[in-house]
């Protein structure tokens, strides 16, 4: 009787054989895995949510919560012991409060006795600074080492800044790609867009818009010019010291002269003229360069422009800048958002380029700019970090989550 008492009941509708949690042997392998939300911020939640519906487990009970003086708790309500666990952990306008809850969070479920602890974070903090740049230091390196110290065994992460991040890491780290799904985007809501040309706003960015220019079919088009240089100038490594210093230090080695760098004037590499322009990155934060390249592929004919970002951090003014950039009226004329450029014709107006949209993906909160902007749309990538955390639970491969991923993609 007793050990008929603590079998697995029985499936009212289902045919899925049930464990004594309730969930099926497809969701949960023999010693189980729960999820929990990072940081109590709305939009983690959210997301949180949203992955443990479409694997069908109940999000794990935890509070995150900051003392009056700003020090992090957080609070595990529930036991860890042996299981598999996975962090969500978005990061919004409050970077360090966000990190800080994560390494937190991490160091208690460790204490308690959790076999591995996977981090879900889509966008990972500090990713811009990578290198070495004058006297500076390699904080995502710094991360890194923080999070494995923590007792971070895994990290799910999603469109690094750079690849090579993952060197950095002393355990396994899956970087997903968000290109599938905002080219899907491109297909279904873009009308007419096998009119458009792919547009990289730098020549560091050429790969990724080449990737999405071949798998759509698309041409390729690339900014180049001195509104895009400052990153290359500020990654040559350390400062190089000025001709007064140099004077006092001569040690009688005479090392070839340094020349200057010469900024080109701004050009596009391609033909954008009657095509709409979808410019594609991995980040989207201060929008000035993405509006000052509008302006140049508005002057070169371009009669649709379209931003698509995996992170949209959207920082300081970025949406009033993008609401502002939307021009439709023109010497008290209307302009129709779908009339192609016919060029400047006497006695009337030249039409102009509206930024129609910028897509982004849910990796990072953004609803406080959705409400500024109305051209901010968001595409969910839910679905993919579900599916790696149930791939990753049972141990199968992830191959199937990078078919048709090119190298530089």
């Given at each position: 009787?007793?050990?008929?008492?603590?079998?697995?009941?029985?499936?009212?509708?289902?045919?899925?054989?049930?464990?004594?949690?309730?969930?099926?042997?497809m969701n949960v392998s023999s010693r189980g895995y729960r999820v929990f939300?990072?940081?109590?911020?709305?939009?983690?939640?959210?997301?949180?949510?949203?992955?443990?519906?479409?694997?069908?487990?109940?999000?794990?009970?935890?509070?995150?919560?900051?003392?009056?003086?700003?020090?992090?708790?957080?609070?595990?309500?529930?036991?860890?012991?042996?299981?598999?666990?996975?962090?969500?952990?978005?990061?919004?306008?409050?970077?360090?409060?966000?990190?800080?809850?994560?390494?937190?969070?991490?160091?208690?479920?460790?204490?308690?006795?959790?076999?591995?602890?996977?981090?879900?974070?889509?966008?990972?903090?500090?990713?811009?600074?990578?290198?070495?740049?004058?006297?500076?230091?390699?904080?995502?390196?710094?991360?890194?080492?923080?999070?494995?110290?923590?007792?971070?065994?895994?990290?799910?992460?999603?469109?690094l800044h750079q690849k090579e991040i993952q060197g950095f890491f002393s355990?396994?780290?899956?970087?997903?790609?968000?290109?599938?799904?905002?080219?899907?985007?491109?297909?279904?809501?873009?009308?007419?867009?096998?009119?458009?040309?792919?547009?990289?706003?730098?020549?560091?960015?050429?790969?990724?818009?080449?990737?999405?220019?071949?798998?759509?079919?698309?041409?390729?088009?690339?900014?180049?010019?001195?509104?895009?240089?400052?990153?290359?100038?500020?990654?040559?490594?350390?400062?190089?010291?000025?001709?007064?210093?140099?004077?006092?230090?001569?040690?009688?080695?005479?090392?070839?002269?340094m020349m200057p760098k010469e900024k080109p004037p701004i050009t596009v590499?391609?033909?954008?003229?009657?095509?709409?322009?979808?410019?594609?990155?991995?980040?989207?934060?201060?929008?000035?360069?993405?509006?000052?390249?509008?302006?140049?592929?508005?002057?070169?004919?371009?009669?649709?422009?379209?931003?698509?970002?995996?992170?949209?951090?959207?920082?300081?003014?970025?949406?009033?800048?993008?609401?502002?950039?939307?021009?439709?009226?023109?010497?008290?004329?209307?302009?129709?958002?779908?009339?192609?450029?016919?060029?400047?014709?006497?006695?009337?107006?030249?039409?102009?380029?509206?930024?129609?949209?910028?897509?982004?993906?849910?990796?990072?909160?953004?609803?406080?700019?959705?409400?500024?902007?109305?051209?901010?749309?968001?595409?969910?990538?839910?679905?993919?970090?579900?599916?790696?955390?149930?791939?990753?639970?049972?141990?199968?491969?992830?191959?199937?989550?990078?078919?048709?991923?090119?190298?530089?993609?």
């Amino acid at each position: 009787m007793l050990a008929r008492r603590l079998g697995g009941h029985k499936c009212l509708g289902s045919s899925s054989p049930k464990l004594s949690f309730g969930y099926t042997k497809m969701n949960v392998s023999s010693r189980g895995y729960r999820v929990f939300s990072g940081n109590s911020s709305t939009a983690c939640t959210e997301l949180a949510q949203t992955i443990t519906e479409r694997l069908g487990v109940e999000l794990g009970k935890s509070v995150v919560y900051q003392e009056a003086n700003r020090e992090t708790r957080v609070d595990v309500k529930e036991s860890v012991r042996g299981q598999d666990i996975f962090i969500i952990q978005t990061i919004p306008r409050d970077v360090n409060t966000a990190v800080m809850e994560l390494l937190v969070m991490a160091y208690t479920l460790k204490t308690s006795s959790a076999q591995n602890i996977i981090g879900v974070i889509p966008y990972f903090p500090y990713s811009k600074q990578c290198k070495m740049r004058k006297r500076g230091s390699i904080v995502c390196k710094l991360l890194a080492s923080m999070l494995a110290e923590a007792g971070l065994t895994h990290i799910i992460t999603m469109d690094l800044h750079q690849k090579e991040i993952q060197g950095f890491f002393s355990f396994p780290v899956d970087n997903l790609r968000a290109s599938p799904f905002l080219i899907q985007y491109i297909q279904e809501e873009i009308p007419d867009y096998r009119n458009a040309v792919i547009v990289a706003k730098s020549p560091s960015a050429a790969q990724r818009a080449q990737s999405y220019a071949e798998r759509l079919r698309l041409g390729l088009a690339v900014l180049h010019g001195e509104a895009h240089n400052f990153e290359l100038v500020m990654s040559d490594g350390p400062g190089l010291a000025s001709p007064s210093s140099l004077a006092h230090a001569r040690t009688g080695l005479e090392l070839p002269p340094m020349m200057p760098k010469e900024k080109p004037p701004i050009t596009v590499v391609g033909d954008v003229g009657g095509r709409i322009a979808i410019i594609v990155d991995d980040i989207i934060d201060d929008v000035e360069d993405f509006v000052a390249a509008a302006d140049i592929l508005k002057e070169r004919g371009a009669y649709r422009i379209y931003i698509m970002a995996t992170h949209g951090l959207l920082s300081a003014d970025a949406p009033r800048l993008i609401e502002e950039s939307a021009i439709d009226e023109v010497n008290g004329l209307k302009v129709k958002a779908d009339w192609p450029p016919l060029g400047k014709i006497p006695g009337y107006f030249t039409p102009v380029a509206p930024i129609l949209q910028v897509v982004v993906t849910n990796t990072v909160p953004h609803d406080v700019q959705k409400l500024q902007c109305s051209k901010i749309k968001t595409v969910d990538v839910s679905m993919i970090l579900a599916e790696a955390i149930r791939r990753i639970h049972h141990g199968e491969s992830m191959a199937y989550l990078f078919r048709n991923i090119a190298v530089d993609d």
